[in-house]
């Protein structure tokens, strides 16, 4: 049989036994709602209660603060609408940056529409936000500043902790986008000055369509979903209790085991970079050599198309992903790539591998050794690389 | 969300490579959108008696190039002048709507490769 190797591991992971051993008998025995008043109810509650107090442990903060919600994009659309509109008697700025994830640049885009003002930080050719910028940015109408926490395409992970005390300072509400970063990379939401902070469960080996968000005690913000009392007023509909059971699980798992788990994902990861980086030419690392997540690798290839890659990845068994127009479904390649100032012929050949708790050395090796082989073979059919080479040319 | 036929022709692309001597080339498309195709042509008697492509561009680009090339070798010019980028997608069993301009890539490469002919040919008359 065929090797499978999953390295898309950003995009999303798969849930631990021992998380779906917790979340199994909230489907089915302790299935009451948590709301009610009745023994059925007051089980569910405390399952909740349970998994609030984890979560709130793994981000030392208490656990009135944390909001469960359906995932990182709820999370990032309640920070960021639910600060405006409840502070625009205050101001109508907000400043971020230009390689968000698409969950905060489209609602700033929407807000924008509606009225409000957008800064889109520029970021070097690593992918890193400058503080003195994001100071110089600040006005007196600015109410949000909201930088990620790490960047899900190229890993770099942003100075969070001074912009966060540059946001403090000012009086001005900090969000961070931690969706990459919760349970990858330590994150302490007191000493970082974090006001506001989203979290996915799918990305730490929880399940999907649950996530939080964590909101400092003071601040002020709109529900985003109105209904009724859960979330105390803050987010109705009724809990995805074996979700949220199993977001409880999950981070409490992650955050005990991450400084083992990223010092053997960073291992393997630096493996992997210095491997293609030998052994391929025209390629070059996308994000900071360091300052990146203990998992992440992102290449360009020159002359090839990230689409025609992952195919020929797939067909070896590989899960990878890309930030070429053709994956991302429009016209442009990924705006991340294009922020950190590649060409867009460039930004085309990129591809993005990354690692969990799953894969092994073998599985680098792997990689290591079908790789090139793709890699020629795409550029053998590139009239770009016919180009490139000085070959001769029959027009 | 690629046909069995779209797969094949990514994998097992014929036709691949270039014509040293060719009687005309046509490139289209442009790097900064991804795509650029370029195929080579050898006629013969107003015949298309050899074609090669290189082509920049995700699967259904390449698979496009790698069917387009198929479908004219051995035809006369005028029929191939002849072939639509729905044949191209319909030999393919189908294209997904978003990768259809890759057969609309295909179809102009060919265009452009056979108007490059007729101008060389011109040209030559006029020298002569």
């Known amino acids: 049989m065929q090797r499978r190797v999953y390295m898309d591991h950003a995009a999303t992971t798969y849930t631990k036994q021992e998380v779906l051993d917790e979340m199994l008998p909230y489907f089915k025995e302790i299935y009451g709602n948590p709301s009610s008043v009745h023994g059925f109810g007051r089980e569910a509650r405390k399952a909740v209660d349970l998994a609030r107090e984890r979560t709130a442990a793994a981000l030392n903060v208490s656990p009135e603060e944390i909001y469960f919600t359906s995932g990182g994009t709820e999370a990032d659309n309640w920070a960021i609408k639910g600060v405006a509109w409840a502070n625009k008697e205050r101001g109508n700025h907000i400043i971020t940056t230009s390689i ?20 889109y930080l520029p970021v070097d050719s690593y992918g890193l936000v400058y503080p003195e910028q994001v100071k110089e940015a600040i006005t007196d109408k600015t109410i949000l500043i ?31 986008d931690a969706v ?13 000055n974090i006001d506001l902070l989203s979290l996915s469960a799918h990305k730490f080996y929880g399940p999907k369509g649950v996530g939080a968000l964590y909101i400092r005690k003071g601040v002020k913000l709109h529900p985003f979903i109105h209904g009724g009392a859960q979330e105390r007023n803050r987010r109705a509909g009724t809990e995805n209790l074996p979700g949220i059971v199993g977001l409880g699980k999950a981070i409490e798992l992650a955050v005990s085991n991450l400084e083992e788990n990223s010092k053997r994902l960073t291992a393997m990861r630096d493996r ?19 300052k990146r997540l203990p998992g992440n690798a992102n290449f360009s290839f020159e002359f090839i198309e990230g689409e025609s890659l992952l195919l020929s990845l797939d067909m070896k068994g590989i899960a990878a992903s890309s930030g070429s127009a053709c994956t991302s479904g429009s016209l442009d390649p990924s705006h991340v790539l294009l922020a950190i100032g590649l060409p867009h012929e460039i930004a085309h050949g990129s591809l993005r591998l990354t690692l969990g708790d799953d894969n092994t050395d073998e599985d680098i090796d792997y990689v290591l050794e079908v790789l090139p082989g793709i890699v020629k073979r795409l550029r053998e059919m590139s009239p770009l690389f016919a180009q490139h080479k000085g070959g001769k040319h029959y027009v | 969300m690629y046909s069995e036929k779209v797969m094949d022709h990514f994998m097992n692309p014929r036709n691949v490579g270039e014509i040293e001597d060719a009687d005309g080339v046509g490139e289209v498309g442009n790097a900064k959108c991804g795509d650029i195709m370029k195929i080579y042509l050898k006629i013969r ?5 050899d074609v090669k492509f290189k082509t920049f561009g995700c699967g259904a680009a390449i698979a496009s190039s790698s069917m387009a090339t198929e479908l004219i070798k051995g035809k006369t010019i005028e029929e191939a002048l002849e072939l639509t980028n729905k044949a191209v997608a319909e030999a393919l069993d189908g ?34």
């Open chain 1, 180 to 192: 990459q970063a919760v349970g990858h990379i330590p994150v302490d939401v007191k000493d970082m």
């Open chain 2, 45 to 49: 008697d107003n015949r298309i008696v």
């Open chain 1, 272 to 290: 992997l970079i210095s491997g293609v980086l030998n052994s391929i030419e025209n390629v070059r690392l996308n994000g900071h050599p360091t």
């Open chain 1, 100 to 119: 968000e994830h698409h969950a905060v640049l489209h609602t700033c885009q929407y807000l924008e529409k509606m009225g409000f003002e957008v800064t």
């Open chain 2, 95 to 128: 294209l997904p709507p978003i990768k259809m301009h890759c057969s609309v890539l295909a179809e102009q490469a060919i265009k452009a490769a056979i108007e490059d002919y007729r101008r060389r040919q011109q040209e030559k008359q006029v020298n002569s």
């Open chain 1, 146 to 176: 909201s930088v990620m926490f790490a960047n899900n395409e190229i890993g770099t992970i942003e100075p969070i902790k001074e912009i966060g005390q540059i946001a403090r300072e000012r009086g001005i509400y900090f969000h961070t």
